[in-house]
């Protein structure tokens, strides 16, 4: 089956600093990557939308300055969270899937605390 | 814009059957998805409707009725660690996912 890791699985950050996460597509070429967010107790919320070669696509009410995407390759998208702040504490869990398939493949998620 | 509603909480017993209810409506529909996620972990990939029916997958079913814009999640023979949260989610036209806020279902001895 098709495989997308995640890195790092945890961060604890320190407020007004960056953090960065990679999400790969291990044995797939992805044409299209996906970012959500989960608070605790809550259901997965859609936060973008990455195409590999083009800018990323947000959802109503995410900042795109403040999450930034970026779709370098086929099987890398890192999401950046920049001046992250307590509130930004969350888990981040992104998918992957290619162009004749209709299943989105999910990493394992990456648990950001901001202190 | 989309909208998906599934009960929030649910609890079995060991062996038993529990049926997992999700209506929506959504602009675009490309099929529904079930997934499966255990606390602080990803989820994980139950089963894919895009026509109308019923599918069979082991202990799990799910069947889509799109003219109602429903769908239901069957566990049969429920077992301890069928213990978790059953998101139900929609995909557009565009591939994109709506999720549902998840049906947190507790399997008792």
């Known amino acids: 089956g098709a495989v997308v890791s995640q890195h790092p699985s945890r961060v604890i950050c320190k407020s007004g600093t960056s953090v960065k996460i990679e999400c790969r597509s291990l044995d797939f070429q992805a044409t299209t990557m996906f970012w959500y967010r989960q608070f605790p107790k809550q259901s997965l919320m859609l936060m973008a939308t990455s195409n590999e070669g083009s800018k990323a696509t947000y959802e109503q009410g995410v900042e795109k300055d403040k999450f930034l995407i970026n779709h370098a390759s086929l099987t890398l998208s890192t999401l950046t969270v920049t001046s992250a702040h307590p509130e930004d504490s969350s888990f981040y869990i992104c998918s992957a899937r290619w162009s004749r398939d209709y299943e989105q493949y999910f990493g394992p998620g990456t648990r950001l605390t901001v202190t | 814009g989309q909208n998906i509603d599934q009960p929030t909480e649910m609890t079995a017993t060991e062996g038993a059957i529990v049926q997992i209810n999700c209506t929506y409506q959504?602009?675009?529909?490309?099929?529904l998805f079930w997934y499966q996620q255990h606390a602080g972990e990803a989820p994980t990939f139950l089963s894919y409707?895009?026509?109308?029916g019923l599918e069979e997958k082991g202990r799990f079913s799910s069947f889509l009725s799109r003219s109602k814009g429903y769908s239901y999640l069957l566990l049969k023979e429920l077992q301890m660690k069928d213990s978790a949260s059953y998101l139900c989610?929609?995909?557009?036209?565009?591939?994109?996912?709506?999720f549902g806020a998840g049906t947190t279902v507790t399997v008792r001895a």
């Open positions: 989610a929609v995909s557009a036209n565009d591939y994109k996912l709506s």
């Open positions: 409707n895009v026509l109308d």
């Open positions: 959504t602009s675009g529909f490309n099929g």
